[in-house]
């Protein structure tokens, strides 16, 4: 059954790991739509891909109206509540059962295509990462199979990890930065009174961009991220500490991205870089003593608190610029906004999805710019 309806319905869902900011994109996406014009209406789906594919009754709000929006904005993570399902992705490889892996996928899909007719969506916005917009655009292309009609996808980019594609900058990634680099000061403080070692960990799957961008604005000793072997070839990262103790310094800080362990295959590389930093001969004869070292991991810390004005600022931009992309009449096909040289930009979602995870490679000069200010392996000045 399909509602009846006047105006546009525009369904909204903020999906995958939460990011500060994403409140601030619902309710610009949400404004925008009401002041298009009021008899449009906005439903929210609660708990991201779980929502939109899960029982509607419970988990969607419609009639939303602006008072709702209030008093959101200043806050971390989405009111609306995030979510994943990893079954929604195509059977990963050596899976032990792929027929009940499609199988499954499959129900799950044809409950969120059924969900989406039976609201009688026009368009739906999703905040949130490559996973999420995989996800979305997986259910749309089902939906258009099977009732041989339009919907339109619009991505916006959410997530602490600024790895997509299409855009400079995703919401949460500033603020993700920002608690960061306050955490790397709050660590210098204690590892300097100590002359101390601290390798902290910091969240970045399959990308390097909040490790590398902490470590430059917070002034670490070496950072190690997953794009880049030579970064986390513990011979190197032990030279770099041996440069720092002969340099007379006083906190050895190294910053390493989460997703390190997978690119190394080595999921006890901080702990193994511990070790050989306490027991290194060198560093111990440079010291007069074996240099204490921990492992700290800032985790979801660094994914929470309030959002920073930046990220508010951004998400504004970006959730007025989907609403008007949801609305638009003669979208021929989803597309994600994003921000390019401080324009809002918008990219066809295919082209965003083939080529994200986006990896610092990507035009970036950050990677030269580390290496000409932290440690070297052999820094004489
Ligand atoms: O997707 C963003 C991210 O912050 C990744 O860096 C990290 O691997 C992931 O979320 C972990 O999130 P969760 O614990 O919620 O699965």
């Given at each position: 059954?399909?509602?009846?309806?006047?105006?546009?319905?525009?369904?909204?869902?903020?999906?995958?790991?939460?990011?500060?900011?994403?409140?601030?994109?619902?309710?610009?996406?949400?404004r925008?739509?009401?002041?298009?014009?009021p008899?449009?209406?906005?439903?929210?789906?609660?708990?991201?891909?779980?929502?939109?594919?899960?029982?509607?009754?419970?988990?969607?709000?419609?009639?939303?109206?602006?008072?709702?929006?209030?008093?959101?904005?200043?806050?971390?993570?989405?009111?609306?509540?995030?979510?994943?399902?990893?079954?929604?992705?195509?059977?990963?490889?050596?899976?032990?059962?792929?027929?009940?892996?499609?199988?499954?996928?499959?129900?799950?899909?044809?409950?969120?295509?059924?969900?989406?007719?039976?609201?009688?969506?026009?368009?739906?916005i999703?905040?949130?990462?490559?996973?999420?917009?995989?996800?979305?655009?997986?259910?749309?292309?089902?939906?258009?199979?099977?009732?041989?009609?339009?919907?339109?996808?619009?991505?916006?980019?959410?997530?602490?990890?600024?790895?997509?594609?299409?855009?400079?900058?995703?919401?949460?990634?500033?603020?993700?930065?920002?608690?960061?680099?306050d955490?790397?000061?709050?660590?210098?403080?204690?590892?300097?009174?100590?002359?101390?070692?601290?390798?902290?960990?910091?969240m970045?799957?399959?990308?390097?961009?909040?490790?590398?961008?902490?470590?430059?604005?917070?002034g670490?000793?070496?950072?190690?991220?997953?794009?880049?072997?030579?970064?986390?070839?513990?011979?190197?990262?032990?030279?770099?500490?041996?440069?720092?103790?002969?340099l007379?310094?006083?906190?050895?800080?190294?910053?390493m991205?989460?997703?390190?362990?997978?690119?190394?295959?080595?999921?006890r590389?901080?702990?193994?870089?511990?070790?050989?930093?306490?027991?290194?001969?060198?560093?111990?004869?440079?010291?007069?003593?074996?240099?204490e070292?921990?492992?700290?991991?800032?985790g979801?810390?660094?994914?929470?608190?309030?959002?920073?004005?930046?990220?508010?600022?951004?998400?504004?931009?970006?959730?007025?610029?989907?609403a008007?992309?949801?609305?638009?009449?003669?979208?021929?096909?989803?597309?994600?906004?994003?921000?390019?040289?401080?324009?809002?930009?918008?990219?066809?979602?295919?082209?965003?999805?083939?080529?994200?995870?986006?990896?610092?490679?990507d035009?970036?000069?950050?990677?030269?710019?580390?290496?000409?200010?932290?440690?070297?392996?052999?820094?004489?000045?």
């Open positions: 059954m399909t509602l009846k309806k006047t105006g546009k319905r525009i369904g909204i869902l903020t999906s995958g790991g939460d990011s500060p900011g994403m409140n601030g994109a619902v309710r610009a996406a949400f925008r739509i009401k002041a298009n014009d008899s449009h209406e906005v439903v929210l789906f609660k708990e991201g891909l779980n929502g939109l594919a899960g029982r509607l009754e419970v988990n969607h709000l419609e009639s939303i109206q602006r008072q709702a929006m209030r008093g959101i904005m200043h806050k971390g993570g989405t009111f609306i509540g995030t979510g994943r399902i990893p079954e929604l992705k195509p059977c990963p490889e050596g899976y032990p059962d792929p027929e009940a892996w499609d199988r499954r996928r499959a129900e799950i899909t044809d409950v969120a295509v059924v969900n989406l007719r039976q609201l009688g969506l026009d368009g739906i999703v905040i949130g990462g490559e996973g999420s917009f995989k996800g979305l655009s997986h259910i749309i292309s089902a939906y258009e199979a099977r009732y041989q009609d339009r919907l339109t996808l619009v991505g916006v980019p959410g997530t602490i990890d600024n790895d997509i594609w299409g855009t400079d900058d995703t919401i949460g990634f500033d603020t993700a930065l920002n608690n960061t680099v955490a790397l000061r709050k660590l210098r403080d204690t590892i300097e009174s100590h002359r101390r070692c601290v390798i902290l960990e910091v970045g799957n399959s990308s390097g961009w909040l490790a590398l961008t902490a470590g430059i604005a917070g670490v000793t070496t950072i190690m991220v997953p794009e880049k072997p030579e970064s986390y070839d513990l011979d190197r990262v032990v030279s770099c500490i041996r440069s720092a103790l002969q007379k310094y006083r906190s050895m800080i190294v910053v991205a989460e997703g390190v362990k997978k690119a190394s295959k080595n999921p590389i901080a702990e193994e870089l511990r070790c050989r930093v306490e027991s290194d001969p060198v560093i111990t004869e440079l010291l007069g003593r074996p240099l070292t921990r492992v700290n991991i800032i979801y810390i660094a994914r929470g608190g309030q959002p920073s004005a930046r990220d508010n600022l951004l998400a504004s931009k970006l959730g007025f610029a989907a008007n992309a949801a609305l638009d009449e003669g979208a021929l096909e989803s597309i994600m906004v994003g921000i390019q040289r401080s324009e809002v930009v918008w990219s066809p979602m295919r082209e965003v999805i083939e080529n994200s995870p986006r990896l610092l490679d035009g970036s000069e950050l990677w030269d710019i580390a290496n000409s200010l932290l440690i070297s392996q052999d820094q004489s000045f």
